[in-house]
């Protein structure tokens, strides 16, 4: 099954996959000392954009960095031996889940704070115009961090720029536990700033990884052209808590009955059911790729937990620290 609409739910099913096993190992074990975010539910956002991109386009996220890092192409075991703090991590085991970075496939970097790199993205991608490349930047981020002034900043800079970069927001509706409601004027919207800032804007289905991945070729293209940033919105959903493996159904700021509905709308069950009468065997692949995705995390754990941690002689390489005075 070689068509690119099952390569997408293909990769959906390895995020999920892998993301699964590693919070079952996470609760279990208590072996991972790093804060993590799960994308189970949101896989269509970082499959369909990224599958957009190539391998010289720079891909940027925040926190919720392992479903990004993995749709581009990241090292799977670079991230697992990460999240065990090992020396042969992709972060050296010093940055644990928010930290991934794989350059070789163009995952330029995630990083925790909010916004931070929304506005490396637009630096990257201003750098490759200067330099005359045909090159572009991505950047991944929440609602949440589009509650951060450099988000503003950002956008009015690419557009009166006309920097080549892709400002993707994930919507899932909350920040931490703050609604959306609580925090926005009722009629305004994320892609509504970025058209107020002058950058093309788009609102989309994120749990429709072919809406995905038709908007995000447009955007690139778009942004290749040298015709300014694009902003995609892409409404989608969190399964599982803000931080760790659990589930949050018990902590009150959102229903039971919402977090069902949304579940119901599962991006992998529905991209396999809009491609079934076209890929009669979808089901059988999906379960076929779930079996063979899950040898290859247990593998993985497997092999990174008999890594060494990094020397503690060398914990402070790569820190930054101020000159004594
Ligand atoms: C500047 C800054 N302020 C606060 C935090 C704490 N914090 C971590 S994640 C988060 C919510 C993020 O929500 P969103 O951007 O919508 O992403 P999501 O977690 O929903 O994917 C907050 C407030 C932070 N990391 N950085």
């Not at 450099?150 to 080549?164: D, G, K, M, Q, T």
Request: overall charge negative.
């Amino acid at each position: 099954m070689a068509s690119t609409r099952a390569r997408l739910i293909r990769d959906m099913v390895r995020i999920r996959t892998v993301e699964e096993v590693l919070a079952d190992h996470y609760r279990d074990e208590q072996e991972m000392r790093t804060p993590t975010h799960f994308s189970i539910g949101q896989e269509a956002t970082a499959v369909g954009v990224c599958s957009a991109t190539t391998v010289e386009d720079w891909v940027y996220s925040g926190h919720r960095s392992h479903a990004p890092y993995l749709a581009k192409g990241g090292d799977l075991e670079a991230l697992v031996a990460e999240l065990y703090g090992k020396e042969a991590g992709c972060a050296h085991g010093r940055g644990g889940s928010m930290h991934m970075i794989d350059q070789s496939v163009g995952f330029a970097g995630s990083a925790a704070i909010l916004g931070e790199m929304i506005s490396v993205a637009v630096g990257s991608a201003w750098a490759f115009v200067r330099a005359g490349e045909q090159r572009i930047a991505v950047t991944f981020f929440g609602d949440g961090a589009a509650d951060e002034g450099v988000f503003a900043e950002s956008l009015n800079f690419a557009a009166v720029h006309r920097i080549p970069v892709v400002f993707v927001c994930e919507n899932n509706l909350y920040s931490i536990s703050s609604p959306l409601s609580v925090r926005h004027a009722e009629g305004t919207s994320v892609h509504g700033r970025a058209a107020a800032a002058g950058v093309r804007a788009r609102s989309v289905d994120g749990n429709d990884v072919f809406a995905v991945h038709a908007a995000a070729r447009d955007a690139v293209e778009h942004a290749r052209r040298g015709t300014g940033p694009v902003l995609l919105e892409l409404a989608t959903y969190r399964w599982r808590a803000h931080v760790g493996p659990g589930t949050d159904h018990d902590h009150g700021y959102r229903s039971k009955e919402e977090i069902d509905s949304w579940m119901a709308g599962c991006p992998i069950l529905r991209a396999a059911d809009a491609l079934r009468a076209e890929e009669p065997d979808i089901d059988a692949a999906v379960e076929a790729w779930r079996a063979e995705f899950r040898q290859e995390i247990h593998a993985a754990i497997d092999r990174a937990k008999a890594l060494p941690f990094p020397d503690t002689a060398r914990l402070l390489d790569g820190a930054y620290l101020p000159a004594a005075h």
